[in-house]
């Protein structure tokens, strides 16, 4: 096998790589629910312990004033002072940024 023969051929497969991948990105823009709640929970847990966390793994629209995005809806509990903590969030799908959080 020649050099250039090799050459070309990881050139072809990186090439395929990188067409690939945007392809993915246009197809699936957001991250991973679960990677959504993992980042959220190891925020919390910088607080304290959580006690339990939830999340909807499709996302759903949700605007305010201003911005119409989508979103990932979902929930933690911990136990702070010995009361019963709840919060709910909404996390932008596509960045992971938590746009709304409410204590229930």
């Known amino acids: 096998m020649k050099v ?4 070309a051929g990881v050139l072809t ?9 945007k392809s993915i990105d246009r197809v699936n823009p957001h ?3 679960d990677n959504v709640l993992k980042n959220i929970k190891e925020s919390f847990k910088q ?6 966390s939830w999340i909807v793994m499709k996302t759903e629209p949700f605007k305010n004033d201003v911005i119409t995005m989508e979103v990932y809806r979902g929930g933690i509990s911990r136990i702070m002072n010995g ?4 919060f709910e969030f ?3 799908a596509k960045t992971g940024t938590v ?3 409410a204590k229930v």
């Open 31 to 33: 991250i991973s629910a």
């Open 47 to 52: 607080e304290g312990p959580i006690d339990g």
């Open 4 to 7: 250039k023969d090799f050459l």
């Open 90 to 92: 909404a996390a932008d």
């Open 99 to 101: 746009v709304e959080l």
């Open 13 to 21: 497969g990186v090439a395929a790589g990188i067409v690939v991948s």
């Open 83 to 86: 009361e019963l903590e709840q």
